[in-house]
């Protein structure tokens, strides 16, 4: 992590019914996010201290507020990711999937506010935030019977509105906040995925996950094990074999994740030194060959499957649902709460290329969940609404 170093001049002491602000060590953000109320405010991997040494050309702070943080007092924490803009002093701050905080409180500028007021005096001229509570929710049910021709998700009436993210958005709004993307189906400007797909684990048996499995689902399991498919939990040494067939799977589905194998085993190296197990990688092997691997992610009460790669032959043995049937009952034997298949295309048109993704996914029988995305703030001071400009110009060059 290339730690962007605030001096003590500079630290934020500003105040809201008490709250301060200042940055805090790995082992006092880690400590907080292990207790009871660090634990209910679910942060996700992007949140984790160690996310920061995954992501090369940023620099990073660790950030925590309550009555006293230094003495490991804290109600929120945050990790901050800050981009150079070139050229200049200033910078882009980000905190993907943060902070870390409670949103539920009606009174965010109490928190809000001391958080902004130090990124802008550590020389972030905007900010972006990615705020935790769920906007809508369609039961995979409730989608399969109605894809169509140009339909997309926000054609359809959602099983649930969250009240909460309801009430966030008007918040941010009113506080000069905007939302990446638009309110529409665009959501192009999001670095994370606005919809992301779940699979409720909290309270259900195996038995109840799977018949949760549609009949496609379950049959493809069963042809897996019957044609000896075996999986296993790889290690390091596995993962250019993960990146060989994540190249393979890129060029077949026609997108392209711009990732190295270096930044994988980066990832592999600092997530499971910071707690050993919390990123596996999962194969799938048929005759001796490994057809498909997939990666999966653990923090606290939740488990993502982050990226799925597989051959091009042999596909009829199905290898990738062996493994993703594997990934959930193993996430559930750990105790998570939701395992969370990350993004979703918005589209439920079967005549789009991308909707296949979320056809596969809707299979386990969960949820779709749009959160709320990513929100951006030009920062007070002179110049900076102008550098903003700049930089999101800068952003679509590139």
């Not at 802008?120 to 894809?147: C, E, H, M, Q």
């Not at 194969?283 to 051959?311: F, K, P």
């Not at 594997?326 to 295309?345: E, F, K, S």
Request: aromatic share 10%.
């Amino acid at each position: 992590m290339s730690a962007l170093l605030v001096p003590p001049s500079r630290v934020c002491q500003a105040r809201g019914r008490g709250v301060v602000l200042r940055p805090i060590t790995a082992e006092t953000y880690r400590t907080f996010l292990a207790t009871p109320d660090g634990a209910a405010l679910g942060a996700g991997f992007l949140q984790c201290p160690s996310w920061a040494d995954v992501k090369e050309g940023w620099r990073a702070q660790l950030l925590g507020w309550g009555p006293d943080p230094e003495a490991g007092a804290l109600t929120g924490v945050a990790l901050v990711l800050l981009r150079q803009f070139p050229g200049t002093r200033k910078y882009f701050a980000y905190l993907p999937e943060g902070p870390v905080a409670d949103w539920n409180d009606p009174d965010v500028d109490g928190w809000l506010g001391p958080l902004l007021e130090h990124l802008r005096r550590s020389g972030a001229f905007a900010v972006r935030i990615g705020p935790s509570p769920a906007y809508r929710r369609w039961d995979a049910a409730l989608l399969k019977p109605l894809t169509g021709p140009g339909r997309r998700l926000g054609d359809v009436l959602a099983s649930e509105v969250d009240p909460l993210g309801t009430a966030v958005a008007e918040r941010l709004r009113a506080r000069g906040w905007r939302r990446c993307g638009g309110d529409g189906t665009g959501a192009d400007a999001d670095a994370q995925p606005r919809h992301v797909f779940q699979v409720p684990l909290a309270g259900r048996t195996i038995e109840d996950l799977w018949s949760g499995l549609n009949q496609e689902w379950r049959r493809n399991v069963r042809r897996a094990k019957k044609e000896g498919v075996e999986v296993v939990v790889g290690s390091a040494a596995e993962l250019s074999e993960f990146y060989r067939l994540l190249g393979i799977t890129e060029r077949r589905d026609g997108f392209r994740l711009g990732r190295s194998l270096a930044y994988y085993e980066r990832q592999y190296a600092v997530l499971n030194a910071e707690e050993p197990g919390r990123m596996k990688l999962y194969l799938a092997r048929h005759q001796g060959e490994i057809l498909a691997a997939h990666t999966m992610i653990t923090v606290g009460r939740r488990a993502w499957y982050q990226t799925g790669a597989s051959a091009d032959h042999r596909r009829e043995v199905r290898p990738s649902n062996a493994l993703q049937w594997r990934m959930l009952l193993d996430a559930h034997a750990l105790g998570a709460h939701v395992y969370d298949m990350r993004g979703v295309p918005s589209s439920l048109d079967p005549e789009e290329r991308v909707y296949g993704l979320l056809r596969w996914k809707l299979g386990t029988g969960g949820q779709v969940v749009e959160t709320l995305g990513e929100w951006e703030k030009p920062l007070g001071g002179s110049g900076n609404h102008t550098l903003y400009r700049a930089f999101q110009a800068y952003l679509n060059r590139r």
